[in-house]
């Protein structure tokens, strides 16, 4: 389903009317990363936009590549997670077994 340009403009309207609420009520640490964010993705998009076809392609080539490296390192992290989670149970065990 596409939208029509009113709804979308709609759409806009109705976001950019609750932002300002759910930014206050953000930590403002929060509403700053996401103002980055917002603003490396407009980067990003400017970049794409204003390169010719070959950089385009050589820079979403980076971009999916960087992700993909994002990707594993998450997966990495978890994996940390999962197995600091295990050793904190079986050091909360051995404890609980040797305390009184």
């Not at 029509?4 to 709609?10: A, D, F, G, Y």
């Not at 980055?36 to 979403?60: A, E, G, R």
């Not at 980076?62 to 904190?88: P, Q």
């Amino acid at each position: 389903m596409e939208l029509t340009n009113t709804e979308t403009l709609s759409l806009q309207h109705q976001v950019e009317a609750v932002a300002p609420f759910v930014t206050l009520l953000m930590p403002s640490g929060q509403c700053y990363q996401m103002s980055l964010q917002l603003h490396n993705f407009y980067l990003k998009v400017y970049i794409v936009l204003s390169f010719d076809h070959w950089s385009m392609f050589k820079f979403l080539e980076r971009l999916v590549s960087t992700l993909e490296e994002k990707k594993h390192h998450e997966a990495k992290l978890k994996e940390g997670l999962k197995d600091s989670t295990i050793k904190r149970m079986e050091l909360q065990n051995s404890f609980t077994s040797v305390s009184p």
